[in-house]
């Protein structure tokens, strides 16, 4: 997975990489929907966001927590339209990925894109 063309985010630490977008642009605090691998390094999150629609999250390697509890590989996870969250990927963030400490990676499906909350 270190070879996918991943793409940097405002978050340190965090990567994405859109394997299919339904709006091509960002309009102020609200991004648009779709389908993308997340990358977080340990210790490593995303900025905390509403769901406009539902999310669907599968862990595909390591693992994260947020409000709702502590994923690991092979979790799936379901949010609900309106809900909110804080993904932090699970790991020590003084040190670097390892097999020991993975980055975590997801799959995540938001059809109606997101709301910052900060």
């Not at 990567?15 to 977080?40: D, K």
């Amino acid at each position: 997975m270190a070879a996918l063309p991943w793409r940097s985010t405002k978050d340190p630490g965090v990567q994405w990489l859109p394997l299919h977008l339904e709006e091509s642009e960002s309009f102020g605090a609200r991004r648009g929907g779709g389908t993308v691998l997340i990358r977080m390094e340990p210790g490593k999150g995303y900025l905390a966001h509403r769901h406009v629609g539902w999310e669907d999250v599968l862990v595909l390697q390591g693992g994260f927590r947020d409000q709702g509890g502590e994923y690991r590989q092979g979790d799936f996870v379901h949010y609900p339209a309106g809900s909110e969250h804080a993904p932090v990927a699970l790991g020590n963030a003084a040190q670097p990925s390892s097999p020991v400490n993975p980055a975590c990676i997801l799959y995540a499906t938001v059809p109606l894109g997101i709301e910052l909350l900060e």
